[in-house]
């Protein structure tokens, strides 16, 4: 029985409203597809609220540097803000150990075929971390640039992490994605000298998609602009 | 493929509302900008709805294009993308008004 939402093993939650009946079959639906995982997401939100907790969904391509960025900001922070991460892959709990040798509580959620994070599985998660113990919350989500834009899993912020070796148009190619995102990591900043891409170019599409969007630039390898970072999530 | 996900939410709903009666038909509504492939949908519904109420239940899909409202001229246009530019006065930076619907309008039951 999972207390979260009190469904016995998992999907189900139980809703009988049959709608409004017309005749010669037709049943008026009007319903958000997503509305169950929308009522799920409200259920974690509240979550945070409660606790003081505050959630990041972080979003982006596999190999953008996520967990890279995840390392350093939990070591970094460490002793200053309480910290939990939620990882999300199709397999393995690569990332999870990689997390917890920071020392920072974490949970793994195995999608299987799945190709993103619900706020179902969120909330199972945050079952198994101390809520009570936290002031920051990072969401891993599924390495996708597309499926997981739809999902809200109850975050106060989507942050999209892009690297400079993706290319520059990033924005303007999964446009869903960089419009559902309000921050976003320029990541691997350190390869600039290397590499043909124009900063101002992705930066200037990136507010095309997304005004007003908050963007840091930065290189998890290095520590160059992390402090930066740090002061945003200071600030909440 | 987040079309299964969506196909699955579509299934719960329709079992739900159709008071344990079979489902002739469903309509959806699909905003332009949403972010789900119609063709997609119409291949993953047969295979998700084997076995459910769903089963052998036609499947429209009713597409809503995607409109913005421009701050600068007050005009809502169509567009195409997150990024069009307001085709009456250019500015950038619209607000979505619709093209991000994914519905269950409505379904026929036996």
């Known amino acids: 029985m999972c207390t979260t939402c009190g469904c016995p093993s998992e999907e ?36 945070f609220r409660e606790k003081g ?12 540097g996520k967990t890279t960025i995840l390392e350093r900001t939990l070591r970094d922070l460490s002793g200053k803000i309480r910290c939990a991460v939620v990882e999300g892959d199709q397999q393995t709990d690569n990332d999870a150990l990689r997390i917890a040798a920071t020392g920072v509580p974490v949970r793994q959620i195995n999608t299987g075929a799945g190709c993103h994070l619900d706020a179902h599985m969120v909330g199972h998660a945050l079952e198994e971390l101390p809520a009570g113990e936290l002031d920051l919350l990072f969401i891993e989500n599924v390495g996708n640039l597309v499926c997981p834009a739809a999902f809200d899993l109850g975050e106060a912020h989507k942050v999209v992490v892009l690297s400079v070796t993706e290319g520059e148009d990033k924005p303007l190619k999964y446009p869903q994605m960089f419009h559902a995102a309000d ?33 840091f630039r930065l290189s998890a390898k290095t520590g160059e602009g992390m402090a930066e970072w740090y002061e945003w999530l200071r600030e909440r | 493929m987040h079309e299964l996900s969506i196909i699955q939410g579509v299934v719960e709903l329709c079992e739900q509302h159709s008071g344990g009666r079979p489902v002739l038909a469903v309509t959806l509504q699909i905003g332009a900008l949403s972010g789900v492939v119609p063709d997609a949908l119409e291949f993953c519904f047969e295979a998700v709805t084997k076995g459910s109420l ?29 990024f069009d530019p307001c085709p009456s006065c250019g500015a950038l930076s619209l607000t979505l008004r619709t093209g991000e619907e994914m519905r269950v309008k409505d379904l026929e039951v036996e």
């Open chain 1, 12 to 47: 189900h939650i139980h809703h009988h409203d049959h709608g409004e009946h017309f005749p010669g079959g037709k049943i008026s639906v009007e319903t958000d597809i997503l509305a169950k995982n929308n009522r799920y997401a409200e259920q974690n939100r509240t979550l």
């Open chain 2, 54 to 82: 769903l089963e052998g239940a036609r499947l429209e899909i009713e597409r809503i294009e995607a409109t913005g409202y421009c701050s600068d001229c007050g005009i809502v246009s169509r567009i195409d993308t997150y």
């Open chain 1, 183 to 215: 921050v976003m990591l320029l990541n691997k900043t350190d390869l600039l000298p290397h590499i043909d891409f124009d900063v101002e170019k992705c930066l200037e599409m990136a507010r095309r998609v997304s005004p007003g969007i908050t963007i």
């Open chain 1, 53 to 64: 907790i505050f959630a990041l969904n972080l979003v982006s391509s596999p190999g953008s």
